[in-house]
């Protein structure tokens, strides 16, 4: 058994990585981190989960070898950082759920993270896990950092116009629209129900962090380019669940029917991204209800020859494929057992 260690148990984040680290076969939940929670067991912490684990949640100790082949940091930026310096090289294998270590340049990550300092090449030692593009570098990996949620699914629906079609996308425009889960637990005024219930805020009209990171990612890759990108993000008043919607405008010579095949071509044999026709269900999809529960990410690309763009839609659970479901895709792909080991839980709709 793979034992596994997560630190930050009772945010949301952690609260799904327990659900999903307990019910896999091959991984064995032996360590609980956190502060404020010390303590305390997951069942207080996590109404959903009626585990008897003979664990509470205990401060981080220096060295945790031997407790855990891999730890996971379901920690705010700051502390990820923090903990990085302290546990990499004393444990195999460390990943990140924050944004300490996604933006690898230093100067754009200290733009989108100012109060978060990291140590002179800490950040070129750890790969950004998006498995289904970096899989062959995350077997073995002693760090990696998870991407953010909205850019999981920025990345996996432009990846085939750029690694594969090799386009050369002159301006890239996100809308982007996330439920309050996607916040965490703090206590903000605007997050409060009367405010929030039936609510589009405009959370970020003119900038997010998670597009830095996706250019920063894609900028490396290969044969396309990437000349500009900019990202709105709403909050709405679901729980869980986001859609990034990216517009992209390019001079190359694109139809519909070469785009789906590039991207159904791309994503043969990635078992968690489903290449999709909007019109093929009940209801247009992407939709992020038709996913939440469950570490998939549908994928669609149009073409829209009257606006000169190509659309790609792109929606995932943002507790799951955007966090802790990717982070066990990741502990499978490190650990090379096969990558959809405890994660076949279809989606839960209506939810």
């Not at 148990?9 to 502060?35: D, K, N």
């Not at 989108?112 to 140590?119: H, L, M, Q, T």
């Not at 900019?230 to 859609?243: E, K």
């Amino acid at each position: 058994m793979i034992r596994v260690g997560v630190v930050g148990a009772s945010g949301l984040a952690g609260g799904e990585l327990i659900r999903l680290v307990t019910q896999h076969p091959e991984l064995e939940l032996t360590f609980l981190g956190g502060a404020s929670s010390a303590g305390r067991r997951p069942a207080e912490l996590h109404p959903g989960l009626r585990l008897d684990l003979g664990l509470v949640v205990e401060p981080v100790p220096e060295d945790l070898s031997d407790r855990c082949d891999v730890v996971l940091l379901a920690t705010p930026a700051p502390v990820s950082a923090e903990l990085a310096v302290r546990l990499a090289d004393r444990v195999p294998c460390v990943i990140d759920l924050s944004g300490a270590f996604r933006i690898r340049t230093p100067e754009l990550h200290d733009r989108w993270y100012p109060g978060v300092p990291r140590p002179d090449g800490l950040a070129d030692r750890f790969v950004y896990g998006v498995p289904e593009l970096v899989g062959d570098q995350l077997v073995g990996a002693a760090l990696i950092s998870l991407p953010g949620c909205y850019a999981t699914a920025i990345t996996l629906g432009l990846a085939p116009l750029v690694l594969s079609l090799g386009l050369d996308l002159r301006t890239v425009v996100v809308d982007g629209k996330s439920g309050s889960s996607g916040g965490g637990l703090q206590l903000r005024t605007a997050d409060l129900h009367p405010l929030r219930n039936g609510a589009i805020a405009p959370y970020a009209p003119v900038g997010h962090r998670h597009a830095a990171e996706v250019r920063d990612f894609l900028d490396r890759g290969k044969p396309g380019r990437i000349g500009s990108l900019s990202m709105s993000a709403y909050g709405v008043s679901h729980v869980r669940g986001l859609m990034a919607s990216s517009y992209v405008f390019t001079d190359d010579e694109v139809d519909t029917r070469t785009l789906q095949r590039a991207y159904l071509r791309f994503y043969k044999g990635h078992h968690f991204v489903r290449v999709r026709r909007h019109d093929e269900t009940l209801i247009p999809v992407p939709d992020p209800q038709a996913v939440l529960g469950s570490n998939y990410c549908d994928v669609t690309v149009l073409h829209d020859p009257e606006g000169g763009r190509i659309v790609v839609l792109a929606a995932l659970d943002n507790l799951v494929k955007g966090a802790a479901g990717q982070a066990v895709q990741a502990i499978n792909k490190r650990f090379s057992l096969p990558e959809e080991t405890g994660l076949t839980m279809q989606p839960v709709m209506p939810a």
